[in-house]
């Protein structure tokens, strides 16, 4: 027995969820709550999926234990003679109390100590349940209190603090409302059965019941989409041609929202001038513009500072009032999040767009050295080792065939998922193709891969969940950026999102590997510590026997769907501009795209141009800023006198 391997996951999943939320987000300029509580999101997160294979190899290792025990002589003793007994193997003892009547007792012999062998990771019984406690329900919270509340306070315009927590409760009213249609339909159910009192605990399963319907709905609908996605994303990668059309296609769109964008903020900014225009130094809301113009650009705020204040105060104007102030906030903050956003996928688009221009051209080059129409920024060492020469046998060989393995294997583990969700209630024959591989490996005691085809297993579906999220075009108002380019509104949002999905995620893991008795209807399967406090949900057996087991074979007609592209063809019907490569109107986008690259490049050479010959002509005649300057001066003051000069 042992907590290394648990205390070594605890802290290598801190510095994961550290690493990447530096990665993502400017710790610098973002709030320090927001910084905080999306870190215990990710944080707590992640700790669900890398410390839940422990609790199943532990629970294997229990499970074993009792099946031995049960297998053992029985014999009649008295009272005094036998209470309890201890089995104990090579790693671990482990206490067994035994149940007595006035006439018999079960007598039972010391197992030997090769019967069972304890897993390294194996923690004393009460360390997971108070784990999972903490975890659990600081997700919960998290992920239905106060990280929404947090995310509609950042972009409300009220200038008060309650302000802006009366705007987010009215914002979130859908949201929760949601929650709570499930919550209450649910309780209705049970109060409405005879058999059943409501109880504390009752009304807990109630709650943790909508909560994973809730998540559950979303993860099949996710999964649909992820399961066949990912697969064809890794297979076009290897296919360079056609990714470098798509991504054409896609800056083609990516220039239009961008100009919407970018027109949105100019109208508001606009807004704001005249706001600034008729509430003057001395009114009283005067603090309020203040507040809005911080949020606003430089140069705007440099051209409200440039406006002299020479109205008649006491001159009659249409003010506007505090609440419409509010609103005007409001869409100052989200016409700057929205143009931001933009500015940063155009980026990142068209970053990729030269990336795949250059690797087409190399993939014809003859001398084997990978060339950069742009410079590239390297370490030291990476740079020392990841040579020309390597880079072109890596990027024009080897990758490409890595990618088409890598998608057979990703298509053979989404049709083991899909097979698996169908069919993991069946318990004879055993269908579910996880089952059956975590089953041979507990027969052997091979605890190491029961844990790594576990997290391998969650982690993939947490894939293929969340690739989904930042993929569907109706999602689009959240993205992921690297190089601190990720939005306080987008951050809170995966931190949701994650404490959300995770939990039925499991759960729907330890269905499909038997983990979970009530799935089963199995009565000598030892429950997880993570079951024990999630709870079952026999209490409403409708959703218990009905919706979790069977909705999840909805994601074979959602991966069909996704698989003919079916709703881009019908998104595309009705007029909204998808990739369909046999399409005129993409074709026309696609040679658009490829415009816009060609427009972005030429500037670039001209940028690159015009400081190469300013560096030139530094490192010749030295800095001439100030001659410069001196001469523009005496230029302006030439025009000041030109009219006098005309005059006379």
Avoid at 30 to 35: M, R
Avoid at 308 to 335: F, M, Q, R
Avoid at 375 to 396: D, G, I, M, S
Avoid at 592 to 614: F, I, Q, T, W, Y
């Amino acid at each position: 027995m042992s907590a290394g391997p648990l205390v070594v996951e605890i802290i290598c999943t801190c510095f994961l969820a550290a690493f990447l939320l530096h990665r993502y987000g400017d710790l610098r300029k973002q709030h320090v709550l927001v910084t905080l509580f999306t870190f215990i999101a990710w944080y707590f997160s992640f700790m669900i999926i890398f410390i839940l294979p422990l609790d199943v190899s532990s629970t294997f290792y229990k499970q074993c234990v009792e099946e031995k025990r049960r297998s053992l002589p029985i014999s009649t003793d008295s009272p005094s003679n036998l209470t309890t007994t201890t089995a104990s193997n090579g790693t671990t003892t482990t206490p067994v109390t035994l149940s007595s009547s006035a006439h018999t007792h079960i007598g039972l012999r010391s197992l030997p100590e090769d019967h069972c062998i304890a897993p390294v990771s194996h923690v004393p019984d009460y360390v997971l349940p108070t784990l999972w406690k903490i975890v659990y329900w600081t997700s919960q919270f998290l992920t239905w209190l106060l990280l929404p509340m947090m995310q509609s306070y950042s972009r409300a315009g009220d200038f008060t603090v309650m302000g802006k927590l009366r705007t987010a409760v009215v914002q979130n009213l859908i949201y929760y409302g949601t929650y709570l249609l499930i919550f209450g339909i649910c309780l209705i159910y049970v109060a409405a059965r005879p058999d059943l009192h409501i109880d504390a605990e009752k009304l807990k399963v109630i709650g943790v019941t909508a909560s994973n319907t809730w998540g559950l709905f979303l993860l099949v609908l996710l999964l649909g989409y992820g399961l066949v996605e990912v697969p064809r994303y890794v297979w076009n990668q290897s296919k360079h041609s056609y990714t470098l059309s798509r991504t054409y296609f896609k800056l083609a769109k990516q220039s239009v929202e961008k100009t919407e964008a970018e027109e949105q903020l100019e109208d508001v900014l606009e807004e704001v001038k005249q706001a600034s225009e008729k509430i003057r130094y001395n009114h009283s809301l005067r603090r309020h513009v203040e507040t809005i113009l911080e949020k606003c650009p430089e140069t705007v705020r440099n051209s409200v500072s440039r406006t002299e204040d020479y109205e008649d105060y006491n001159k009659s104007i249409d003010t506007p009032s505090e609440k419409s102030l509010a609103k005007l906030h409001g869409s100052v903050i989200y016409s700057m999040q929205t143009n931001k956003r933009h500015q940063t996928q155009w980026s990142m688009m068209m970053q990729k767009a030269f990336d795949l221009e250059d690797l087409i051209l190399n993939e014809v080059s003859m001398d084997r050295r990978y060339k950069h129409s742009f410079a590239v920024q390297r370490n030291a060492v990476l740079q020392k080792f990841f040579t020309p020469t390597v880079e072109w046998y890596w990027r024009c060989l080897c990758a490409p065939w890595v990618c088409r393995v890598m998608a057979v294997v990703l298509t053979i583990f989404s049709f083991m998922v899909v097979w698996s969700e169908c069919l993991f209630f069946i318990k004879e024959p055993v269908l579910s193709l996880f089952a059956l591989f975590i089953n041979l490996a507990k027969e052997n005691y091979d605890y190491v891969y029961i844990e790594l085809a576990s997290i391998i297993t969650i982690a993939y579906i947490c894939t293929c969940a969340y690739y989904s999220v930042f993929q569907i075009k109706i999602l689009n108002y959240y993205y992921i950026a690297p190089h601190h380019q990720t939005n306080e509104y987008s951050l809170i949002f995966t931190g949701m999102l994650l404490c959300r999905l995770t939990p039925p995620m499991c759960l729907n893991f330890l269905g499909l590997i038997h983990l979970d008795s009530h799935v089963t209807h199995s009565e000598n399967i030892q429950e997880t510590a993570y079951t024990l406090i999630m709870g079952h949900m026999d209490v409403i057996p409708i959703i218990s026997d009905g919706f979790n087991i069977y909705f999840p074979i909805l994601v074979v007609l959602l991966c069909i769907c996704t698989y003919f592209s079916l709703g881009s063809r019908v998104l595309h019907f009705l007029g909204i501009n998808q990739f369909i490569g046999d399409d005129d109107l993409t074709q026309e986008l696609v040679d658009e795209g490829k415009e816009l690259v060609k427009r972005e490049r030429r500037r670039l050479d001209r940028k690159m141009d015009s400081d190469a010959r300013r560096r030139e002509w530094v490192s010749r005649f030295g800095d001439s800023t100030s001659s410069t300057r001196s001469t523009r001066f005496d230029a302006s003051e030439d025009v000041k006198i030109q009219p006098s000069v005309a005059s006379q």
